[in-house]
């Protein structure tokens, strides 16, 4: 299975905000910790529904959460996808060798 990658990858305009950049850290934070990430994915739904609107911090803050969380689901689904390669190849070896 191959990965896409881009060949230049674009920073976020807000990536040296401190708010911005402890939304991002908290999400890591949480994740490292345990938990669920389909969890922190409802948690920053949440989060991005009642978001102010405007450049204040409470909305530069979301934004570097719900950035890191698609983030870390992009890696849990790919991770996914090569687990499923994984054991169809497996599974292809073991009817061969029936």
Not at 6 to 32: H, K, M, N, Q, V
Not at 59 to 69: Q, S
Not at 71 to 95: D, F, K, P, S
Request: include cysteine; aromatic fraction near 8%; proline fraction near 5%.
């Amino acid at each position: 299975m191959t990965t896409m990658t881009s060949e230049a990858t674009t920073p976020s305009p807000f990536a040296r905000d401190p708010f911005y950049c402890l939304g991002i850290a908290d999400a890591y934070d949480e994740y490292t910790a345990g938990e669920d990430i389909h969890a922190l994915k409802q948690r920053a739904e949440e989060m991005l529904d009642a978001a102010p609107t405007g450049l204040v911090p409470a909305n530069l803050y979301v934004c570097g959460y719900a950035t890191a969380i698609a983030g870390l689901l992009n890696g849990h689904i790919a991770q996914i996808g090569a687990q499923t390669e994984v054991a169809h190849r497996w599974l292809t070896e073991q009817e061969r060798a029936a």
